[in-house]
């Protein structure tokens, strides 16, 4: 990491006294890590048989899968405002990078309504919320904050009134035809809440991805931006001029203090990623900032003693490889998915299914052989991505 001379404090993405730092091969390590992951939960050959850890929590709680999609979005902020930095200070206008996020907003929601809705596109039936969508609302309503607030206490008190609002929306706001949160109706009933109930004003049954709510629902995404903010705060961490020793060790305490804080916070607004409630937010963000911290130590500090200044990624390459074409990556498992689903060996047998039952009659335990499944479906995913790689064609929407 640079260490020229630079003030301790954010004043705005260009300031010229911040330190620029080089490209953390441990941003692109963490984010291909949890593309590999995300593909791997997401293409069990068997749900009912998957290990645990391998599965979603079925409502409050929390499992490692439920880290996925907060990780990335953490990594959004942070890779957003090194990006932005960067195009400031090479003299790119303010104007220019908002047209830029906007264009690059409506791709990644158009390429969700692909993924959602490949090969056959019923408008009856689409899925207008997802992961792009989300993604892609996050990142642009970030961008603006960056784009429009000068310092750092902004942008923490932005992601605190994200947080805060949301607790209060569900905590103490009737919801029609249930009542009270916490008085009439369970708090974080799975249809008596107030996200599930707009979900439902908003689209009919078809169009959610649970039918009486959407994990990616409208009001949910507002904690979600705050996920996003951690990062984004990251990233202007990892620009003062700490050493980079000082800015690992920084993200680590920020971590844990998150997840202290969202464990408290759990205590009376659980942890719940179907609903991205604060308490969730705080911990898989932090969980989040203490797996990033770990990999700057891995990687990138280092990276910077002179022994290890050449040093190969090696077995980490992988995980480089979905980490450089994340949304690429995503996309062509999402659409594979599909593509297993729909290709039929018998009239009732697809593709997908019959590759893992020639796995499971060779290992009989159903969990394992759904692994190995997995396994083979992330790797089969790994090769185009790959290719790109070789070619150094780095897809960004």
């Not at 620009?239 to 690992?248: C, D, E, S, V």
């Not at 499971?360 to 991505?385: G, K, Q, R």
Request: proline letters at 6%; charged letters at 15%; hydrophobic letters at 50%.
């Amino acid at each position: 990491m640079s260490a020229t001379p630079a003030a301790r404090t954010y004043s705005a993405p260009a300031d010229p006294t911040l330190s620029k730092p080089s490209r953390l091969l441990s941003l692109d390590l963490l984010r291909g890590a949890t593309i590999a992951f995300m593909i791997l939960v997401n293409s069990p050959g068997d749900d009912a048989h998957a290990y645990w850890p391998l599965k979603h929590a079925v409502w409050n709680g929390f499992t490692p899968t439920d880290l996925v999609f907060p990780t990335f979005l953490l990594l959004v902020g942070v890779s957003l405002v090194l990006s932005t930095a960067s195009r400031l200070a090479a003299g790119v206008s303010r104007r220019s990078i908002f047209l830029h996020a906007l264009r690059r907003t409506i791709l990644l929601f158009l390429f969700g309504l692909l993924v959602n809705s490949f090969p056959f596109f019923h408008l009856a039936t689409m899925r207008f919320y997802g992961v792009l969508p989300r993604i892609a609302i996050c990142y642009f309503v970030a961008t603006v904050i960056v784009l429009l607030t000068r310092d750092w206490r902004s942008k923490a008190a932005i992601a605190v009134l994200c947080l805060i609002t949301y607790w209060v929306l569900m905590r103490y706001v009737r919801v029609p035809g249930y009542g009270l949160p916490g008085h009439d109706v369970p708090l974080l009933d799975p249809n008596g809440n107030l996200t599930a109930w707009i979900d439902r004003q908003l689209f009919t049954a078809p169009h959610l991805y649970e039918r009486t709510r959407d994990p990616e629902g409208l009001l949910s995404t507002l904690p979600a931006i705050g996920t996003v903010q951690m990062g984004v705060l990251t990233g202007i961490w990892i620009r003062t001029a700490h050493t980079l020793q000082q800015k690992a060790r920084g993200i680590a305490i920020a971590g844990l203090s998150c997840v202290l804080l969202g464990g408290l916070w759990n205590l009376s607004f659980p942890i719940n990623k179907k609903l991205w409630t604060s308490s969730f937010v705080l911990f898989a963000g932090g969980l989040t900032l203490l797996l990033f911290a770990l990999s700057i130590w891995i990687i990138d500090v280092r990276r910077k003693d002179e022994h290890d200044a050449h040093r190969s990624p090696g077995l980490l390459i992988p995980f480089f490889v979905f980490g450089t074409n994340a949304i690429t990556a995503y996309v062509i498992s999402e659409l594979l998915s599909t593509v297993f689903d729909l290709i039929l060996i018998h009239p009732k047998l697809s593709l997908g299914r019959w590759i893992f039952n020639n796995i499971h009659a060779v290992i009989s335990d159903a969990a394992f052989a759904s692994l190995i499944y997995s396994l083979f479906y992330v790797a089969l995913c790994w090769i185009p991505v790959y290719v790109l790689y070789r070619k150094r064609i780095f897809l960004k929407v």
